[in-house]
């Protein structure tokens, strides 16, 4: 925000001061406001960024804290703010644990623009000075394409719309997520939708650029103090609109960027190498560093997703799982803003119980975290190896899906190996089916070891009559492979909706179970839908350590995608009976197979019946009572979050719940 203004306060009474917007202060007090950039002077006193840098420059755990880290706001920086009669300072102060003015009836919602409660422009602006200028409006990353924000352009507009499949203008913009369904198509480029105007829609009011603790707790205190949706953005990647919500602040964590190797680390439960990654470290940074470091790390599939952020905090699947589970499996330590604004380390032993819940719980649910100290993994070698069939005129559609029913015959042998694996099967035309293996992934092995894995199913096609030409690759490290396999993600899309299972090794015990199995995938492959599908296990040998992940992940050899298309221009009503049938017709064919399983949150359908068993399992109830004991005031929200059933989105369509209604108690 531009400071530029000059004003003066109001007086209400000798003692209290009432902030206004600058237009409407009006000179009735002695106490002179005087602006100068960024700084605001208060009489004598100065109103700089609300921040101290802290002396002892280690966490709880021991590890140093990031750069972010240092810069907290304390107690006495509040109290400086009283201090200098700065009106409303308590709305930057820590929960004082009264909870006694919530007003939690049926009904009442967040604060949200246009309401009496919603803090003045001059409020908003005193706020930006605290945060040392970082305070952004929000500006839609395709308002070029429109007049209403003033800044149309038809070159941005163009260069906008271009690159709108790519994840990188979205995860470098404040506000903009990669699946516009939630936001509620907003202010879309034109390639996309053409709209008279661009409007708000689901994205937050306000975004925080994050660059100090104190800026998160700063933000954490003013959105709890006056009752304002917070929601917290990383990339944006978030398959159901997590990081969006109308009427929101936002803190923007995208910024924190330190990756510190830790070369011993000491614990009662670990002793060797880890590192420690700021919230905004992404899978193309941290992996880099992992390669100049000559380790590896577990993290995701997608380039430009978070490692620390929704990613580790929905418990994180990886190339490395079948390997050495979850990514949230390897953490360490936690350092984390907690909705009563206070800045603390969660360790197996320090806020047990918020380390428990942080691992796997959901995002946008427990606090802020700031960064994640986890174990590294030895540099490995990795064999990679692509390849597809399709039907053809020697290979009928019957054939083509032998070919891929005899693939399923191996999942638990392959993920056994340590070995991951990325397909897809799609319909192409009318008895027309591909499949594509993008890739076979197979960490520490070498080629000959990953052939003679793959042999026996490569022989079933053979005798199938159909023939694969495998690209082998082989690299004596992940990241070379990894970047060499797995493309920049695609993103943007409005005409394609996804729902996902962790079906269980169980379904694999006997033929007739994974018979059943395989025809309800089929079933929904001939129903129209495109399977996008990891065989994948995260329960190594080496056994994992009890936190929050869904324990549908310890079962499952296959977590499987569904993606249904639409017609992406048609109004919200139409979407919804589109998307209707992905949730209740073509999910309950895999439900019914696997009753007792589970979906993975991060990848899964927002209208999922049951999500608190779908997502967490048995482990709901203990995330339940956490989040009331750690969030009394419900600060954070995120949809199908541990609570998020208390909680309801105005103006929603069954089965198109998006982010752009106001934030209301059920
Ligand atoms: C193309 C693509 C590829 C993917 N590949 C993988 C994969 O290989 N493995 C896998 O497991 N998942 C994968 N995902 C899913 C991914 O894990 C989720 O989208 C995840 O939510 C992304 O987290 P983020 O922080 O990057 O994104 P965001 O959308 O910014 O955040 C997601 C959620 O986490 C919250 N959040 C973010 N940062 C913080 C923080 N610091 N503190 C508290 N809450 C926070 C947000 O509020 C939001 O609720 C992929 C997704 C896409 C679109
Ligand atoms: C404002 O200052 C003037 C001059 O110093 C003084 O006479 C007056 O009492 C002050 N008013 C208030 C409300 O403090
Ligand atoms: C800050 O204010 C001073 C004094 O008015 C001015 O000289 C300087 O250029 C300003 N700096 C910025 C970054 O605006
Ligand atoms: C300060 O550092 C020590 C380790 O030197 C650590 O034990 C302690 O918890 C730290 N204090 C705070 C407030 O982080
Ligand atoms: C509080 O204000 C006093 C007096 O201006 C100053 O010396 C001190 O550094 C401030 N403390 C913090 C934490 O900002
Ligand atoms: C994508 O964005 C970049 C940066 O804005 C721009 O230079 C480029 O032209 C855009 N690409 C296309 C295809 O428009
Ligand atoms: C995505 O955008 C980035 C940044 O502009 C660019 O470097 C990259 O080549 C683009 N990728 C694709 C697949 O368009
Ligand atoms: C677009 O904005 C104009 C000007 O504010 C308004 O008159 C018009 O009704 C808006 N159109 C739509 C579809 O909301
Ligand atoms: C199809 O089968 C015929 C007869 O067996 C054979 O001649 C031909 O090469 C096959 N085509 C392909 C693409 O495999
Ligand atoms: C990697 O391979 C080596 C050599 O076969 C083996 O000793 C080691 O246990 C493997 N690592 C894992 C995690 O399986
Ligand atoms: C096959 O496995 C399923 C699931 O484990 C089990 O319920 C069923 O009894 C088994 N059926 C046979 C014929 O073994
Ligand atoms: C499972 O399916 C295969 C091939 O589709 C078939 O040959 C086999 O008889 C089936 N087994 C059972 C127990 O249904
Ligand atoms: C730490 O070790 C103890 C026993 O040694 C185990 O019960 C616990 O699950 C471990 N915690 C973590 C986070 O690994």
Redesign the pocket.
């Known amino acids: 925000m531009a400071v530029s203004s000059s004003c003066r306060w109001l007086a209400a009474s000798a003692a209290t001061l009432i902030f206004l917007a600058p237009a409407l202060a009006q000179d009735t007090s002695n106490t002179t406001i005087t602006v100068q950039n960024t700084t605001v002077a208060v009489d004598a006193s100065t109103l700089a960024p609300a921040a101290v840098t802290v002396s002892n420059t280690t966490t709880g755990d021991g590890t140093p804290l990031t750069a972010a880290e240092t810069v907290q706001l304390t107690d006495e920086v509040i109290a400086n703010l009283t201090d200098i009669a700065l009106a409303n300072a308590s709305l930057f102060a820590f929960d004082d644990g009264d909870a006694s003015t919530l007003d939690k009836r049926s009904g009442s919602c967040k604060v949200f623009p246009g309401d009496a409660a919603w803090p003045s422009t001059f409020v908003w602006w005193v706020f930006d000075l605290l945060l040392g200028g970082n305070l952004i409006t929000t500006v839609p990353l395709a308002a070029s394409c429109y007049n209403d924000f003033g800044d149309y352009s038809a070159s941005e507009c163009t260069s906008v719309d271009d690159n709108w499949t790519n994840s990188t203008i979205h995860m470098s913009d404040p506000t903009s997520v990669m699946w516009p369904l939630y936001q509620g198509r907003t202010c879309m480029p034109t390639s996309y939708a053409t709209y008279e105007n661009c409007t708000l829609g689901g994205y937050p009011s306000y975004v925080v650029n994050v660059s100090t603790v104190s800026q998160i707790q700063l933000a954490v205190n003013f959105a709890r103090n006056a009752n304002i949706r917070l929601v917290v953005k990383n990339t944006g990647h978030d398959f159901n609109g997590k990081s969006a919500g109308a009427g929101a602040l936002s803190i923007w964590t995208h910024h924190l960027k330190d990756i510190t190797v830790i070369p011993n680390y000491v614990s009662k439960n670990y002793t060797g190498q880890a590192v420690k990654m700021g919230a905004g470290v992404q899978a193309f940074e941290i992996y880099a560093a992992a390669k100049a470091g000559g380790f590896s790390v577990v993290g995701g599939e997608g380039r430009t997703v978070g490692v620390a952020g929704g990613f580790l905090a929905g418990g994180g699947h990886s190339p490395l799982s079948s390997l050495y589970g979850m990514a949230a499996d390897q953490v360490l330590a936690i350092d984390v803003v907690t909705p009563d604004g206070r800045f603390v380390t969660a360790t197996p032993e320090l806020n047990t119980d918020l380390f428990w819940a942080l691992r796997g719980g959901g995002g946008s649910t427990f606090g802020v975290v700031t960064s994640v100290t986890s174990k590294t993994k030895p540099k490995m070698q990795v064999t990679t190896a692509q390849f597809s069939f399709a039907t053809s005129t020697n290979v009928t559609a019957d054939i083509f899906w ?1 070919g891929v ?1 005899a693939y399923f015959n191996y999942f638990i042998d392959n993920t056994d190996a340590g070995t991951y694996a990325y397909f897809s099967v799609f319909t192409t035309g009318t008895d027309s089916y591909s499949f594509n293996m993008a890739p076979f992934w197979a960490p520490n092995l070498t080629l000959a070891e990953t052939q003679t894995l793959l042999a026996p199913w490569f022989a079933d096609l053979a005798d199938l009559g159909i023939s694969v030409s495998p690209v082998y690759g082989h690299y004596d490290n992940f990241y070379d492979a990894w970047w060499a396999v797995f493309p920049l993600e695609t993103v943007g899309s409005t005409s394609l909706k996804t729902a996902s299972r962790l079906f269980p090794k169980s379904n694999w015990a ?3 179970s ?2 059943a199995t ?1 025809s309800a995938i089929k079933s929904t492959v001939l129903a129209g839908g495109s399977l996008l599908a990891f065989n994948i296990a995260a329960a190594p040998a080496a056994g994992y350590p009890d936190n929050a992940v869904n324990p549908a992940w310890r079962e499952t050899c296959l977590h499987a995608i569904l993606a249904l298309g639409f017609d992406g221009t048609a109004n919200s009503t139409t979407v919804a009976s589109s998307i209707s049938v992905l949730t209740t017709d073509w999910m309950q064919q895999w439900r019914d197979v696997s009753p007792t399983a589970g979906a993975y949150m991060s990848e899964a359908d927002i209208s999922e019946p049951n999500f608190q068993q779908a997502f967490y399992g048995t482990n709901y109830a203990r995330l339940y009572a956490l989040k009331q004991q750690f969030d009394p005031k419900s600060l954070f929200y995120a949809p199908t979050g541990v609570g998020s059933e208390e909680w309801y989105i105005t103006g929603q369509v069954d089965y198109l719940p998006t982010q752009d209604g106001r934030l209301c108690r059920v």
């Open positions: 032998a029913r006997n033929d007739t994974l018979n395989f």
